[in-house]
């Protein structure tokens, strides 16, 4: 009986051009040899012959490479003289000097800016440009491949480092261009979409101007490896001229080069600088002109009588709960962060002072208005019981009394002489608006007749220090200096915010 030999050969999974290609197994067929007795030492050289043979032949039954996920016939007769010991793996001037890529993009548009995660929405056609000499060949014409083929070329590790999130888009296909030009120029372009950071200064919202940035760094390759530049300056950007937004306009940008310093290294670094405008309009019409008509509506309490206590409390409670239920509802789409007194929060608290001051000084008014109406009962009762004594011929009244008018009670000198062995009995200095009563009162403290208790003597006092003599003035006046100083704040207000 004749012993067989089965041999597999394995080729290496990693071809010349440095792409992995599929393990392909060889199984070699039984070999029969005539001396069954043969030892294995014996039969290891014609073995190792005979498989070198058969590999060779193998090559020849299956010409095609492996490129990828493509193969020879999948692919152009330039392409595959260009991928021919390629390796995507080595950077273009490999140990030669670093790499050069020109960058520029178009900004097709900004979707969305908030204030509240600071940060805006961008989609972008971002183009890169460098030199591979690899891939030079003859003529001048341009090869635009399909963008799958990136798999087989070397490409920039660009990426943004202030992106929250991005993608790039797939519908239909992936939204990749590759062209590459006869003097090793590739153009390499993708669409992308990313939300990136912006820091924001919100203290003069919304007559505010932000300055946001989209940044480009390389993840891999230092300064030595790769250089970043702009191909065309300021102009290698486009379409923010002609971009609208809701609640912004751009009113400037430029480009600049710098690069990021990490512990790893010295990176290149692009910057894209633009300044966007808020429109100012849409607020007015939303806040202040709403807020500047409840200020003016609080106003009109001072043209409504003090008497109607109802409708004057009315409306100041309700240009109180109404400028607070405004206030609210702008802060609601706003961060809520201590560091930031905006320019809105400023005009709102103003408002809302005035509004609550026209119901204090209601309350003033009113108060003042009950005051001398107690004050006058109080004269009223203080004269009708010095009429009596008078009556009786006990207490001397100098000059006239009107009782409309409000009086004055200031005590006089006590106990200065005496008169027929007696203390001279105390006295009592009554004014009215001028006209001097002279009232005399016992030694104990009492008039001839009836008892006036110094409490009331120090609360006329009070009250007559504290007492308006027409309250009704206080609204006249308030007609004037509230909306005086109302204008007058609004002018410090916008020019601060506008020119400052």
Known sequence: MCAGVVMEARLDPWDATGVRSKKTHLQLPLITTGACTATRMSMQPALTLLALYLTAQSACMFPGQQWGDWNDSQLQPTIQKLMKGYNRYLRPNFNEGPVEIGMSLDVASIDAISEINMDYTATIFLRQRWRDSRLVFPGNESVSVDGRLVSLLWIPDTFIPDSKRSFLHDVTVENRLIRIFSNGTVLYALRITATIACNMDLTKYPMDRQVCTLQLESWGYNLQDVVFYWTRGNDSVKGLDTLRLAQYSVESYYTSVSEAVYETGNYPKLVLHFALRRNVLFFILETYVPSTLLVVLSWVSFWISQSSVPARTCIGVTTVLTMTTLMMGARTSLPNANCFIKAIDVYLGICFTFIFGALLEYACAHFCTTQHQTIEELHRDL??????????????????????????????????????????????????????????????????????????????????????????????????????????????????????
Not at 391 to 413: D, K, L, Y
Not at 440 to 457: E, I, T, Y
Not at 458 to 479: G, K, L, M
């Open 383 to 500: 004269l009708r019981d010095f009429k009596e004594s008078n009556g009786n011929g006990s207490i001397p009244i100098a000059g006239s009394i009107q009782p409309n008018r409000p009086m004055e009670v200031v005590p006089g000198a006590e106990g200065e002489e005496e008169e027929d062995g007696h203390p001279k009995a105390k006295s009592l200095d009554v004014a009215v608006h001028g006209t001097a009563l002279k009232v005399r009162r016992s030694r104990g403290g009492c008039m001839d007749g009836r008892c006036v208790s110094s409490a009331r003597q120090a609360s006329h006092r009070v009250a007559r220090a504290f007492s308006v003599e027409n309250p009704h003035n206080i609204d006249r006046h308030s007609r004037v200096v509230f909306p005086t100083a109302f204008l007058f704040v609004n002018v410090l207000y916008w020019l601060y915010y506008l020119f400052l």
